[in-house]
């Protein structure tokens, strides 16, 4: 019996996935170390395998392709007329599987050069600097650029592909965004020591809270969209400004009463420059969420920022 009989039966040529009509690279890579050093126990240590695996992987490309490829002796192993020819074949097809490596490492590179984030503001003032110093010592070559906005900016920038990965504080996610949650917030109302509420016995009631101007940040905040929600509607702002830090002073100096995250006024509280006031039958607690474009899950420096959001 011929040795391209003991293969079996060679496959329909033409027929069914390519894929299981070529060799794998792996297969390709073993038969060209076989060519290179005459010894399938050499091409075997070259590749880490053992010589039984080799000798296996062999046998099943020759029964895949239905041809033999080795002959095998004491002397060592030495390829067919087939299998000189199918060597050639395969050293293209290497050659070019590197350069497909090649080209996929440079676009990694250059994913890896870079991160755009977009965050919502108390993420970005109060949470983000610890992040992504964080992220600094893991990729010190990865640039970053941050863009602070409201909830709504956030999300246009990431459907827009302006940035990597967002970060948002309102009740729900964006329309065409997956997410995660990465914390928990709570909010809270504040004033300045001389305020009278700041003289208060008793916790705040609800619709007092609803009715009275407040110093806000702008509609599309997650801040304002929570706290809307959570009262059922707001009288008119005292003053609406853009970012907490500019909430925050204004409260500070006195302006009038404010809700801000507690995760802002925490050095403010603790030197007594604004005073936390209890409120009763409402709940501001909410969800801190990382978000991203639906179906495209964060890679590179996106994802390890989302995993340090969340250790």
């Avoid at 000189?84 to 290497?94: F, M, N, P, Y």
């Avoid at 108390?122 to 970053?144: F, H, K, M, N, S």
């Avoid at 700041?198 to 101007?213: D, K, N, V, W, Y």
């Avoid at 002073?249 to 403010?268: D, I, K, N």
Wanted: glycine share 10%.
């Amino acid at each position: 019996m011929s040795r391209t009989e003991e293969q079996g039966d060679a496959p329909t040529t033409g027929t069914g996935s390519l894929a299981h009509r070529v060799p794998d690279l792996g297969a390709l890579e073993l038969l060209l170390a076989v060519a290179r050093l005459g010894s399938l126990g050499g091409a075997a240590r070259e590749l880490g395998i053992t010589q039984p695996a080799a000798s296996s992987r062999i046998r099943s490309m020759e029964r895949q392709l239905g041809v033999a490829l080795v002959d095998r002796s004491p002397r060592g192993s030495r390829l067919t007329d087939a299998g000189a020819l199918v060597t050639d074949w395969a050293r293209r097809i290497v050659e070019a599987a590197e350069a497909f490596d090649v080209g996929a490492q440079a676009l990694r590179d250059r994913r890896d050069s870079r991160l755009r984030v977009a965050a919502s503001m108390t993420i970005a003032e109060y949470l983000l600097p610890g992040w992504l110093l964080a992220l600094r010592a893991q990729r010190p070559d990865t640039a970053v650029s941050l863009h602070a906005g409201n909830s709504t900016v956030v999300a246009e920038r990431l459907l827009s592909d302006e940035a990597d990965l967002g970060f948002v504080e309102g009740l729900s996610v964006p329309t065409g965004l997956d997410s995660v949650v990465i914390a928990h917030d709570r909010l809270i109302v504040v004033t300045a020591p001389g305020h009278p509420w700041a003289r208060r016995r008793r916790p705040l009631a609800a619709g007092e809270l609803a009715s009275t101007p407040l110093i806000l940040r702008e509609k599309g905040s997650g801040t304002r969209q929570v706290l809307d929600a959570a009262l059922g509607g707001l009288a008119r702002p005292l003053i609406e400004l853009s970012s907490t830090t500019a909430v925050k002073a204004a409260a500070v100096s006195g302006a009038g009463p404010s809700v801000l995250s507690e995760l802002a006024v925490g050095e403010e509280l603790a030197m007594r420059r604004l005073v936390s006031v209890p409120v009763e039958g409402v709940a501001l607690a909410r969800d801190l969420r990382a978000v991203w474009p639906t179906g495209h899950r964060p890679t590179g420096p996106a994802r390890d920022l989302l995993s340090l959001t969340r250790g």
